[in-house]
T-cell receptor, first 113, second 116 residues
């Protein structure tokens, strides 16, 4: 296992289009987190899953955002009707239990033009 | 509410010099504290974490941090900077750690430049 994998690494889209990102966590990790990182800021929590259950969502996750983890393995984050303010790095992380180290993926950089 | 303040968005040091990156936290309960490093276009990597055991925490790549409750600080240090240390460093806090990483609040980061 080579760690947390995110695809694509970069995505350029036109405003109003839908985009979907994928995260493949470390295989034995049951917790999966999504964060958003804008320029000059630290990561901000968006949502997290324990197995297939989405247990918490940040108020940053507007109704245009939806995340799934259908079989408790990989996860997808979809943004509908993208806006320029959605331009950011989207990071995924996974951990095996509550307080063990979370391993981060390399992120997907979204640019909305 | 928990928060962290990283003093200095950019820090420059000469190769071989002491690295000191400052972090002050705010927490209503005894905190868990973290330092992460992020290289360009990469995810975050954990350097070290404080979980209420020893106040001096040693991490990877020769970094260490000291928890000072009286100063609400958790500064990151390394005795001798290496060119490979050039990266962005994030301090983070969690009020207790029973809730998992969704409860972690990150600072705005400090970019470290190492001058040859």
């Amino acid at each position: 296992d080579t760690g947390v994998s995110q695809n694509p690494r970069h995505k350029i889209t036109k405003r109003g289009q839908n985009v979907t990102f994928r995260c493949d966590p470390i295989s034995e990790h049951n917790r999966l987190y999504w964060y958003r990182q804008t320029l000059g800021q630290g990561p901000e929590f968006l949502t997290y899953f324990q197995n297939e259950a989405q247990l918490e969502k940040s108020r940053l996750l507007s109704d245009r955002f939806s995340a799934e983890r259908p079989k408790g393995s990989f996860s997808t984050l979809e943004i509908q009707r993208t806006e320029q303010g959605d331009s950011a790095m989207y990071l995924c992380a996974s951990s095996s239990t509550v307080n063990t180290e979370a391993f981060f993926g390399q992120g997907t950089r979204l640019t909305v033009v | 509410a928990q928060s962290v303040t990283q003093l200095g968005s950019h820090v420059s040091v000469s190769e071989g010099a002491l690295v000191l990156l400052r972090c002050n936290y705010s927490s209503s309960v005894p905190p868990y504290l973290f330092w992460y490093v992020q290289y360009p276009n990469q995810g975050l990597q954990l350097l070290l974490k404080y979980t209420s055991a020893a106040t001096l925490v040693k991490g990877i790549n020769g970094f260490e941090a000291e928890f000072k409750k009286s100063e609400t600080s958790f500064h990151l240090t390394k005795p001798s900077a290496h060119m490979s240390d050039a990266a962005e460093y994030f301090c983070a806090v969690s009020e207790g750690f029973s809730g998992g990483y969704q409860k972690v609040t990150f600072g705005t980061g400090t970019k470290l430049q190492v001058i040859p």
